[in-house]
T-cell receptor
Framework: AQRVTQPEKLLSVFKGAPVELKCNYS??????LFWYVQYSRQRLQLLLR??SRESIKGFTADLNKGETSFHLKKPFAQEEDSAMYYC??????????FGTGTRLTIIP | DAGVIQSPRHEVTEMGQEVTLRCKPI?????LFWYRQTMMRGLELLIY????????DSGMPEDRFSAKMPNASFSTLKIQPSEPRDSAVYFC???????????FGAGSRLTVL
């Protein structure tokens, strides 16, 4: 069965500092990986997915199959990045499996 | 389109009472998912439907939970009887042609006293 692990429940970073939200997965095949974000008082929404290989709001994530990781990174944190972040895996079937989430707080 | 619509937004009930949560997916979406969000477990998939048919309900905690989708524009998640440990935010999400990208509703926050 597929599994997504986000080891950090809480992460605090100073404004302007680099951010890295960790995500590891377990799946023997070729997965599709996603990052979803939930800002305060907003709905959970897609941030980015690995197949797009794009940068959204300054965030990037690279799929590392050797390390089975899909860490989310941003070089310079902004206050508006404070939110709950979920890593998600689609493993050849129709459903998305989410991690337990990381609450990111940017310290002014 | 108003997006995925969930009701009620907040529900406070007493242990033992029946709870019904409702969801209207985006028109044209053929997949509907029910998730439960808690601090300890994050987002857990409870059940999902494809073309109104339940495909995987392995995440439903126990027999107290049931879900239906009588038509393409409406789904319910029912808890009977409710227990304090059911307190959580329940999200409905829909998608088109698979789970590549989900559109989530605003969630229903349930508190069972």
């Amino acid at each position: 069965a597929q599994r997504v692990t986000q080891p950090e429940k809480l992460l605090s970073v100073f404004k302007g500092a680099p951010v890295e939200l960790k995500c590891n997965y377990s799946y023997s095949g070729s997965p599709e990986l996603f990052w979803y974000v939930q800002y305060s008082r907003q709905r959970l929404q897609l941030l980015l997915r690995h197949i797009s290989r794009e940068s959204i709001k300054g965030f990037t994530a690279d799929l590392n199959k050797g390390e089975t990781s899909f860490h989310l990174k941003k070089p310079f944190a902004q206050e508006e990045d404070s939110a709950m972040y979920y890593c998600a895996l689609r493993a050849g079937n129709e459903k998305l499996t989410f991690g337990t989430g990381t609450r990111l707080t940017i310290i002014p | 389109d108003a997006g995925v619509i969930q009701s009620p937004r907040h529900e406070v009930t007493e242990m033992g009472q029946e709870v019904t949560l409702r969801c209207k997916p985006i028109s044209g979406h053929d997949y509907l998912f029910w998730y439960r969000q808690t601090m300890m477990r994050g987002l857990e998939l409870l059940i999902y439907f494809n073309n109104n048919v339940p495909i995987d309900d392995s995440g439903m905690p126990e027999d107290r939970f049931s879900a239906k989708m009588p038509n393409a524009s409406f789904s319910t998640l029912k808890i009977q009887p409710s227990e304090p440990r059911d307190s959580a935010v329940y999200f409905c999400a829909s998608s088109f042609a698979g789970a590549n990208v989900l559109t989530f509703g605003a969630g229903s926050r349930l508190t069972v006293l």
